[in-house]
């Protein structure tokens, strides 16, 4: 167990619905990154929040928006949900920003029909 | 060319042999470099991660980088039944922000 939290662990949603998937770093961690994976793939880069800001991002629309609050908790927001955008969805947390090792929660798994 | 490549495999090592996974990368800017572990329906799990070219050991598990070559290996000595899970190697660039890359993965099978 990495101490990463994450919640809902499974969710459903409906085409063009919004969906905001939580996670809580690991203690003493300042540093989420989101990811998405699709079965078989590896994760793809969505963005990594440090101190409350965003600190890099992937090729994700728009529409993945993310915030992370004092406590270095996180939240990713997905507006007008599309079919692919079903996956397991991913936060990790780190030590400090930039290009440290990074620890996984066990994920949310996302579902649109 | 994909910014991070992996064998898709299936390796298939026995028991007890030296399993060897690799793997290339495009950015010659990166900066750190990532193996995971990932069995079926869980979350990657960190198990190497090397910063300077070389070789660095941590039990079993040998994580090499060079980066004139661009490609990272990792080593995994006397493989045992429950090392058979996908290995993502996973790299950081930092270029006008910072992105971690995620291979595909290579699935092993280690047999006993």
């Known amino acids: 167990e990495t101490g990463v939290t994450q919640s809902p662990t499974h969710l459903i949603k409906t085409r063009g619905q919004q969906v905001t998937l939580r996670c809580s770093s690991q203690?003493?961690?300042?540093?989420v990154s989101w990811y998405q994976q699709a079965l078989g793939q590896g994760p793809q880069f969505i963005f990594q929040y440090y101190r409350e800001e965003e600190n890099g991002r992937g090729n994700f629309p728009p529409r993945f928006s993310g915030l992370q609050f004092p406590n270095y908790s996180s939240e990713l927001n997905v507006n007008a949900l599309e079919l692919d955008d079903s996956a397991l969805y991913l936060c990790?947390?780190?030590?400090?920003?930039?290009?440290?090792?990074?620890?996984f929660g066990p994920g949310t798994r996302l579902t649109v029909t | 060319q994909k910014e991070v490549e992996q064998n898709s495999g299936p390796l298939s090592v026995p028991e007890g042999a030296i399993a060897s996974l690799n793997c290339t990368y495009s950015d010659r800017g990166s900066q750190s470099f990532f193996w995971y572990r990932q069995y079926s329906g869980k979350s990657p799990e960190l198990i190497m991660f090397?910063?300077?070219?070389g070789d660095k050991e941590d039990g079993r598990f040998t994580a090499q980088l060079n980066k004139a070559s661009q490609y990272v290996s990792l080593l995994i000595r006397d493989s045992q039944p429950s090392d058979s899970a996908t290995y993502l190697c996973a790299v950081t660039e930092n270029t006008g922000g910072f992105k971690t890359i995620f291979g595909a993965g290579t699935r092993l099978f280690v047999k006993a």
């Open positions: 090397i910063y300077s070219n």
């Open positions: 203690s003493g961690h300042n540093t």
């Open positions: 990790a947390s780190s030590l400090r920003g930039g290009h440290y090792e990074q620890y």
